[in-house]
């Protein structure tokens, strides 16, 4: 297995680790209520999704 010879120093391994950024979470907006929801889920404050309704998103995101 392959060792480093040297000690990678802290710049290197700074430059490197930059690009390490987290991406913003995407939110579209829900056609029945306008409310600000996950794409491809159902919305937690009326509970449709794609024009049927959901009873177990609503109840779900109001417990916790």
Do not use: F, I
């Not at 060792?3 to 907006?29: E, I």
């Not at 056609?31 to 449709?48: D, F, I, K, N, V």
């Amino acid at each position: 297995m392959a060792v480093p010879k040297r000690k990678t120093s802290r710049s290197n391994t700074r430059s490197r680790r930059a690009n390490w950024k987290a991406s913003a979470v995407t939110t579209t907006t829900c056609p029945q209520c306008r409310a600000e929801t996950l794409p491809h889920t159902a919305c937690p404050s009326c509970g449709t999704y794609k024009g049927r309704h959901y009873a177990a998103a609503e109840r779900t995101e109001h417990q916790g």
